[in-house]
């Protein structure tokens, strides 16, 4: 089983900081089925309607908290929103989110829903145990975002290769397509979340994902 570590300097900046792993396997991706669409539809409605009336983006309270532990860690989330953020201001401006196929279709919803940014990879396409940290000096990958990210002083999960993950946004290297047959999902909880409330949504998730893609899950927490 893939060993994910969080390197000790971002406990150092952010104490309380913590992240979910959620391993999956025999899982079948297709395109979005009507359930899931419907979901993400709805949802966009709602966010749309109240952050052009009553809220902004930085009303939502997991927002502001990971603008501030983007701070806390250095990072200038005006300038690098996390992914979670970016998806709310994306449907605020009237743009839908693209439909991609059910694993990052589900990943966005779980981003909206539980406002914080989650990533989805291949497993198999991810070399040895996965380490968080900040993106050393040259870091960088082709993100999915079509560019060429420099990722150095960026919060980054790496493997044998080099970085591939980020809550900014991710590689295409390991990125799940139709053809994924195990997956790895990292949520960037909110450094506030009790273990209770973290163990609800890890749980929450998982059920949902593996509803939809059938296969089996097992989560983990790691912490401090």
Not at 45 to 74: H, M, P, S
Not at 183 to 199: F, G, M, N, V
Request: charge should be neutral.
């Amino acid at each position: 089983m893939t060993k994910l570590t969080i390197e000790s300097s971002i406990f150092e900046r952010v104490p309380s900081f913590k992240i979910g792993m959620i391993t999956y396997h025999n899982i079948v991706v297709t395109p979005s089925p009507q359930m899931l669409r419907g979901r993400l539809q709805f949802f966009q409605e709602e966010v749309k309607v109240a952050t052009n009336t009553t809220k902004t983006v930085t009303d939502y309270k997991g927002i502001v908290e990971w603008r501030q532990t983007f701070k806390q860690l250095g990072i200038d989330p005006s300038k690098y929103r996390p992914s979670s953020e970016a998806l709310y201001r994306r449907i605020k401006q009237g743009k839908s989110l693209p439909e991609i196929h059910s694993a990052v279709d589900v990943n966005n919803f779980f981003s909206l829903e539980y406002e914080c940014p989650f990533g989805i990879y291949d497993a198999e396409k991810i070399n040895g145990d996965i380490v968080l940290k900040l993106g050393d000096i040259g870091a960088q990958y082709e993100g999915l975002n079509g560019r060429v990210n420099a990722m150095e002083g960026k919060l980054v999960t790496c493997d044998a290769e080099g970085p591939f993950g980020s809550p900014i946004v991710d590689s295409k290297r390991t990125a799940v397509t139709e053809k994924t047959t195990s997956a790895i999902q990292i949520a960037y909880l909110r450094p506030s979340l009790t273990d209770q409330d973290t163990e609800k949504l890890l749980t929450a998730a998982a059920h949902m994902f593996v509803q939809i893609h059938g296969g089996t899950s097992a989560h983990t927490v790691i912490r401090k």
